[in-house]
């Protein structure tokens, strides 16, 4: 893969020090975000040219959120400037039962109030392998939706690869169209996604069939089914024992053959946010690395989103070899001198 | 002084550390201030019963909010919650000849969207000595400006007396009013005001009389002759030599005599933000504590201003003795064992 | 329960960050807090009226203190000023095989050395559902002994309910009198109790009847026949399996019925001071908010308790939903967005 | 001004927070900087392309390195891997009579070690205004010597302007060949240097000519008759009253006029590192916003100059306004909301 | 000078960071200091070999106290472990016209309740140059002060000299004794001590002769006329214009030649505490480096002093090279690379 | 044992706060140290004197190691100032599959340059009851094999017994010689060694007997058979499960007996470096004061190393009581008040 654009909102992240909790805390550690651009920069960090096309309020915020952006690797030449602020989310960290905390504050940001002419697809598509978002982007605004679905259009036109992070987040989607309306007309130009079941349900209707034995499969089936141009889809499926400790497992599907991955042991949970991101992200990397190789690419993905978990921040700042060698059993993370 | 009942917008202020400009910050310091709270907190350290009314949002970051207040002797009770956020505003501390700068994000929370009819004014203001408030709250929304007038008319019928720092700024007030259609009704009902002649300009369209040998009494002349209620005008004069150094003396007019103060030499200031405030708050408190002496209140009230720059956050956490003691003229900071 | 009174010794906890040992720190994170205190604050973040009663130095730490307790909801108000010195504990922070380490200094503090006339029992009690004080306070000096045992008079006298953390530390008691000189006649007045077997022997010189198959309701049988007021006795059970890891139960008598809890897994202890109070104000306040059932209120507060390891500092800060959610068996600590 | 190239090590700087002396620090604030990336950085906030020629090892701390300089706007994309270790300055800060202290690292680092022929200079140098080096560079190793003199003989070929702050340290150099064999044949192909008496007087033996009025002026004007490409040369002249208090002027020499400015008076210094760096870039930069108005363009640069002793680290981190308002004579740093 | 020995008190100083006021601390900075250990640790700087004899609890506290003196070059070998606690003083950095505050907490700590006999001065003072206290260790306790006077009993006949600071604490000295029946015994075997006029009134009832044109001579020559074994007499003159600017001058009579030095002028106060114990111990340095010269002597001690002031904790950390530049009229600051 | 002396290398270690990448530190923890200090400084928690002999540069930084060793115990009176640079290693903490990093820079530092003349190992070495080297020391120059083999050398002829760790690094050895041809005369000189199998083959081309069961105990049996003069040769074992979580376990073997220990479980690791260093200082203590029972010293010793892995930094800051209690199967961590 050598370029990828994404689009979709960066928030500012604040999060208290350690396991504070909000209510205890005196400071926040800075960090900035956005599931698309988290795709984007875990990509960068492995060479892959990234451009993530956002909106940002033109002060000295909006300054320090593309500088961050661009210390990380991202290529942030489309960013545009405009709007009046910069959206917070606030992330508690937890502990053992004790569940980590957000809260958003994203709402009439400079991202949610873009333009939906400001952006030339044609231009920034060019030459790319894939375009991403998530079910985030159309959900936070009307000229968000129109802006998104105008690059999926453009991408499919110019033949640039399209994959999407459904992401059915209910409490969203204020703007007066429900995701119903909207989210089929983009995942109808998708190639890959990530998408469970209950994502399948709420957005598409869809549910398994009875009597089919894997659930997800059977779903799937009839999601690849409705959207013909769709070649992959994949979930990861997590078992929360406790806020410290998880278990992970990927799982991908492509209309024929059903692919898994082995038990990934998350103790001593780092950072729980972006894992998600880093899993999507590693596959689209993956896919052409690995020659389109789906069970060795859905293996490096569900060890990059299980290492996500030991780096702080969303972005899963790790080496391809770090990947590997997690992917390919090596679990001891031995001293490395 | 037994009661001060305070009413407006309270936001959470992000600074980074030291000098740190805003692109280099990697944490910010947290604080929650606003300029009514900031008045309410400074007679709160002095022992007067401090009752704060505003709105935040019902999690745990608005509760955060109110325990910080709570933290500095504010009576939080009757503190509403609803609405969807928290307001933001950044400060980076400037030195020498390179200027502190504000961000503000402030509107759209959960005090602009309040409901007018959710504060029980005749309970909340009852034994109050003084009802306080700043031009900022009835710029900020259509509510907040309806309960403002709903408060002071109430103080009015209860015989509280009222504050304000007029305090125009030109880029709030865009709910749908101008400030010169709301601001005279407001002032109508205070006794007291904090206001310079660009003030009087924008708000009532009062100049200085031309001849007048001095142009702010010339101006709060006329402005009291348009107010009757009011019994005094204060102001401010600030020079700025650099971020680091500025001089500051204060002023009050009562009709008749014009009162004014030496001047303050404050080198190395540590946080600008919240001297007009603890001026305010001071002269409030003075005024019943020097038996309506304005000279000795005016005294205090400028040096408890000028303390305020040797003291992080908006809050002027200073004792009514260390006050004392500049007012009356030692200003050595001898170290006190 | 509407309002609770706790009295007791607030100490300034001076802890290192993370797992640095004390010889390592250069800095100290500062909270204040106290076993009795820790109960108070508990169950105000639920919505109780928590005063608490004590003595402080008349100085700026000493302010620091009550402003800190104020912070996180306490009814500071009857806080007594006096003496000379903030008394102060120093808490390391163990892990695996490593011990958690306290050392104290607490002694001929403005507690200890309160004045037993200074606090007006009647009108603080006044309305109170229960007063609540720990072993400790006895123990500190022969004046905090003699206000206690008022206290503890005046609740019965009122029907305030009464109880106490009996929790003998054998290097207090250095002002003359014994433990089993003074704790009888204040648990005589007791409603409810948390003690252990060894607490029982020490205290009482009771222990288990040779024969009875669980010996704590065999102590607690004679407990309870010794001091006829006695509704219930709590007490949990620790397993440590390292400084890092434990496992808690939570147990209770009434008389007749023994009720116990599963066992709390308690990986990832954040920190490991105050569960014990963590669960009695859990306790205090489940007991009426499920009308009396013991075995949910015996459930609620060891959840309680469960959760206070991984909060920082003394405090139990979690919400009731947090603590249910534990209690009912929800362990997973789930991203909550 | 479009491009600018500059060439020159980059070293991690490490600083104690605050005033710490280096014996007591527990802690290093982490940046990373050099004299002609700082030039580079400097402009990079005003808009122009500055591209950083510059070698550091292949590891982590590398990485870290570009991804500083990346996020304060350098193009690092002629960056070269190779060598084995980043060089380190400790910058201890000063305050009143204390001086700031710097203790070197710099020798033998991935820079030193440079291959001189893994630079393509035209491909790098195309489309540049101007190159900039100082006189550190090829004091460091013969092979950065001999990289530097390619880079201003190509420079020279493909007319991009070439300026150099000539810096002699004595205690550098240590390579074999002295700074009077290798300095001459560098500054021969500038168009502008920065240059004091002292530094003429080492590097080329040029002393003022008695009777002279002004010395400088005196010595530059031999200076240009030497090295017959120079269009102007520049310096600045500080006054140390403490650590903690300075004054600046700039001036300039064009062949024909001597240009000077008015003092700049700086209190409160928050970092001393780089003004010299700050000078000629906002000269560089200003040289072409003003059109070749050299008066203009020293105050301009003056003013950048005094700037950026209230910035922490050794980049100019001011914006165009700022730097403006200062040297049109605002030094008055009001608050900016 | 080879050797010295000083015994008193060393209590664990906390500091909020920066200007944070007592109320706004999260965290305290932790140092451990006294005024006679921080007499020994600036000579220790400057390789005398400095044991310090005090009495510290024999815990992990007690022990990183140990350590944090012998990390600074104390001999720490003489100090006794036993007692309960560590002293502790808060320090408030204050600014402008805002006071530094301390805050003591150093009563019944273990070098109050020393055992007397426990110190084998004969051993300690061995070859030692001087024996250094103040009068703050007499002050603390009747074992303290019987301590001292055997300190200074051996130290005469072993030919060792003794200096001492006087400095009377009224609010100290609750042990039964007054200072005027105590510190008379004490002087009379000194060689040298630090005097102030009023000290000299509170302590020997000794005043200015009227008529005597300089004060602080004519009060001292009447000092060493009661103590015929004192040689020299110091001071200095603080001028405090605010908490971040003081003019300080130094001054010494020898019975028949005053001596005193210019103003050295400190703006940027960085700490406030120790420049006494600085001066002291650069002149007990001084006197033998400079060979008696007692001009010499007090200049290097003031700048000392001087100097102590941009150093944060109690410790004069300067070199030689450092004080001397500064002595000699250097006030410069200028960046030493 | 009274007194130990150890030779080697003092590096400055660099680590991020928490779990932070290299490239998102922004500060870096400063702790120094080197494996052969290392043994020193845990030996002198225990009260025993340790002599660390090397060599560092002759200003602030190099003066900040000294001082930073001295804290912790280690007499500093053999270290030797020369050179240019102190080395650094900069440390990345991993997490569960995530591995720690170290990246070195070490080379031609001040040790590395030392004079092998410099140190006088008669004086050094006198009283001595071991001397400890690892074999780093004589990896890093020739001049350091050099000293080294002269200290081997003059321990065996004065009587002091020797130990090393034989730990081969193969990026090291850029010298000239190889390991093989300098480790064996090393060796030849000492009682005991750590040694593991690899380590015998790569430095002495010894290899397990096949037929032996137990290959460790063959290959150590043929080292002694080879080096004479050893009496005892040690090894740990560990299970890296992640880098969160390993196993340890200790073995030793006297020629005849092969002894071992059960296995610690080391969740929660703090960090992971140091802890052989602490086993080999916890054998040569124990051996002592275990009175050479081999079996009670290895449970000591690695008892020590488990708990290494909870104190932050490379040094073993624990108690004798702490290891004890481990050592006997205690792993409760239990809450110490």
Same mark, same amino acid.
């Not at 991408?155 to 999407?164: E, M, Q, Y």
């Given at each position: 893969?050598?370029?990828i654009?994404?689009?979709?909102q960066?928030m500012?992240?604040?999060?208290?020090p350690g396991f504070?909790?909000?209510?205890?805390a005196h400071t926040f550690?800075i960090t900035?975000?956005g599931?698309?651009a988290?795709?984007?920069i875990?990509? @960068?960090q492995?060479?892959v040219e990234?451009?993530h096309?956002?909106?940002?309020?033109d002060?000295d915020?909006?300054?320090?959120?593309?500088?961050?952006?661009?210390?990380?690797?991202?290529?942030?030449?489309e960013?545009r400037?405009?709007g009046?602020?910069?959206p917070v989310?606030y992330?508690?960290?937890g502990a053992n039962a004790?569940?980590s905390?957000?809260?958003y504050?994203?709402m009439?940001?400079?991202?949610c109030t873009?333009d939906?002419?400001?952006?030339?697809?044609?231009?920034?598509?060019?030459g +790319?392998?894939w375009?991403?978002?998530?079910g985030?982007?159309?959900?936070?605004?009307?000229? +968000?939706?129109?802006a998104?679905?105008k690059a999926?259009?453009t991408?499919?036109? &110019?033949? =640039?690869?399209? *994959?999407?992070d459904?992401?059915?987040?209910k409490?969203?989607?204020?703007w007066?169209?429900?995701?119903q309306?909207?989210?089929?007309a983009?995942?109808?130009h998708?190639? &890959?996604? =990530?998408?469970?079941?209950?994502? @399948?349900?709420?957005l598409f209707?869809?549910?398994p069939?009875?009597g089919d034995k894997?659930?997800?499969? *059977?779903t799937?089936?009839?999601?690849?089914?409705?959207f013909p141009n769709l070649?992959? =889809?994949?979930?990861t499926?997590?078992q *929360?024992? *406790? +806020?410290s400790?998880?278990?992970?497992?990927?799982k991908?599907?492509?209309g024929?053959?059903?692919?898994k991955?082995?038990s990934?042991d998350?103790?001593h949970?780092?950072d729980?946010i972006?894992?998600?991101?880093?899993?999507?992200?590693a596959?689209?990397?993956?896919?052409d690395?690995?020659k389109?190789?789906?069970?060795?690419t859905?293996?490096f993905?569900?060890a990059?989103? +299980?290492?996500k978990?030991?780096?702080?921040?969303?972005?899963?700042l790790?080496?391809i070899?770090e990947?590997?060698?997690?992917?390919t059993?090596?679990?001891?993370?031995?001293?490395?001198?």
């Open positions: 893969m050598k370029k654009v994404t689009f979709g960066i500012m992240r604040l999060s208290p504070s909790r909000f209510v205890q550690d900035y975000a599931g698309e988290n795709v984007g875990a990509t @960068a492995w060479g990234a451009v096309v956002t909106r940002f309020p002060h915020i909006g300054h320090a959120a593309v500088m961050y952006l661009r210390k990380y690797g991202l290529n942030t030449s960013i400037f405009g009046d602020r910069i989310y992330v508690e960290n004790r569940a905390q957000v809260i504050d994203r009439n940001d400079s991202f873009l939906e002419t400001e952006f030339d697809w044609e231009r920034i598509l060019k +790319a392998d375009f991403h978002f998530t985030i982007t159309p959900a936070l605004s009307e000229s +968000a939706a129109n998104c679905l999926v259009q991408a499919r036109k &110019l033949g =640039v690869k399209v *994959s999407a459904v992401n059915y987040r409490g969203l989607w204020q007066g169209k429900t995701p309306e909207i989210m089929p983009l995942v109808d998708c190639d &890959l996604i =990530v998408c469970g079941n209950s994502n @399948a349900d709420d209707g869809i549910t069939k009875s894997n659930s997800w499969v *059977s799937m089936k009839q999601v690849m089914e409705r070649k992959l =889809v994949l979930d499926k997590r *929360s024992i *406790s +806020a400790h998880n278990e992970l497992k990927g991908a599907f492509d024929n053959t059903y692919f991955t082995g990934h998350l103790h949970i780092v729980r972006g894992s998600g991101d880093a899993f999507i992200a596959f689209l990397f993956g896919y690395y690995y389109n190789d789906v069970q060795r859905l293996d993905a569900t990059a989103a +299980a290492l978990h030991t780096v702080e921040g969303d972005f899963n790790v080496s070899d990947v590997e060698r997690l992917a059993g090596d679990t001891s993370g031995k001293l490395s001198r």
